[in-house]
DNA sequence: CATACGTGGAA
DNA sequence: TTTCCAAGTAT
């Protein structure tokens, strides 16, 4: 296998081509500037960074329009009441995200000025930026020289030079040998060109080989093992967990608590819930004595490491205020817009469903 | 280094 | 249906 210092002579070719290949294939996304020309907001970098961890493009896309209307730059975000923001970022996923989302935002403005660092050490140091995003942000935004490295990277790189070290043992390999290849100019492009590359050609299964801009210089290729690569741990199974939800009503409006920061669906709206989690069942509790009746069905939620079975209870009896958890009476006929995350929103639409039929 | 942390689409 | 996994970060 070539070396680092080896590989660094065909850098030139392999961001060459790229770059060509980028120019004429570049996707056009709504944070993106087209190939070759002054780089976007470095807000709309950010915050689309961020929105893109471990999500997909076409789930993005919708949350990026919004924020970008309601919050437009950093000032609006960093002024904004945490609870609105954290309920147009429900159904993304990942809500640590969208709490140090707030906590960057509230940072650039009252420690930097109102402006992000230029530089990946710099960005490195801000909430909810690790080495990845300040490496796309400092080189999408600001043109600096950084190794970006996502998923999309890992593979095209583990392939491009064969390194068959699994992950994550091989990512400090796969991290020097990105920057080995990472031009100083256009850094950028040459960054969103490796990630469009392995989010269409150099795909996980069927990579296409034959019409892959840097088939010429990919080793794996070479020795048709570009399928296999990179290799992986396996997965740990998921334990299965149950839950029960309670469904609080009265004149047409439903009892909402908000969780805890940390942990599951952390800071997010919810059902009062009896504190399942990931390591065990709910204690199938309810906040107070009542005739809780079950609701008809349960809703199944497949969390990053658990899988959630939750069953709901509900009672409209007359409540007493004082024995309800700390919470907000939300209106029925606007539970879209609580913010709920997925698992609640399932839930709320089966306890709606059900009293219709009654 | 391992684990916690969402969601929805694809195969 | 099951499994994989996507522009990762924090601890």
Not at 94 to 107: D, F, G, I, P, W
Not at 271 to 277: A, E, G, I, Q, V
Not at 331 to 357: E, I, M, Q, Y
Request: charged share 20%.
């Amino acid at each position: 296998m070539a070396s680092v210092q080896q590989r660094a002579q065909y850098s030139g070719d392999i961001a060459s081509a790229l770059l060509a290949y980028y120019g004429r294939n570049a996707r056009d996304l709504p944070w993106r500037s087209p190939p070759g020309t002054p780089p976007p907001d470095p807000y709309q970098v950010w915050l689309s960074e961020v929105m893109l961890q471990q999500t997909t493009v076409a789930a993005v896309i919708g949350y990026f329009e919004n924020f970008t209307r309601r919050w437009p730059d950093f000032a609006s975000l960093a002024a904004a009441e945490d609870a609105d923001v954290m309920a147009a970022w429900a159904g993304l996923g990942y809500y640590s995200r969208v709490r140090n989302l707030l906590k960057c935002a509230r940072a650039v403005v009252s420690d930097h000025g109102g402006a992000l660092p230029r530089t990946a050490a710099g960005l490195a140091k801000l909430p909810g930026i690790g080495p990845y995003t300040a490496a796309a942000i400092a080189a999408i935004a600001f043109n600096e020289r950084a190794a970006v490295v996502d998923a999309n990277v890992e593979r095209v790189v583990a392939r491009l030079f064969a390194i068959e070290t699994p992950l994550p043992a091989a990512k400090v390999e796969i991290r020097a040998a990105t920057d080995a290849i990472t031009p100083a100019r256009r850094p950028g492009d040459f960054a969103q060109a490796m990630m469009d590359l392995g989010a269409s050609l150099c795909s996980v299964r069927n990579p296409q080989c034959l019409i892959c801009p840097l088939q010429a210089d990919c080793a794996a290729q070479k020795a048709g093992m570009a399928e296999t690569l990179p290799r992986k741990a396996a997965k740990k199974a998921k334990p299965d967990r149950a839950g029960t939800a309670w469904w609080i009503e009265r004149d047409d409006h439903v009892w909402l608590v908000r969780r805890p920061d940390r942990g599951m669906l952390g800071g997010m709206r919810g059902l009062p819930d009896d504190r399942w989690n990931a390591r065990a069942d709910g204690d199938s509790q309810p906040p107070f004595a009542a005739d809780w009746k079950a609701v008809a069905g349960e809703v199944v939620h497949v969390f990053t490491h658990f899988r959630l079975t939750l069953r709901l209870a509900a009672t409209a009896a007359p409540i007493d205020e004082n024995s309800l958890p700390p919470g907000e009476w939300w209106p029925l006929k606007s539970l879209d817009s609580a913010g709920l995350p997925t698992l609640f929103s399932k839930a709320a639409k089966l306890a709606v469903r059900a009293s219709r039929k009654v």
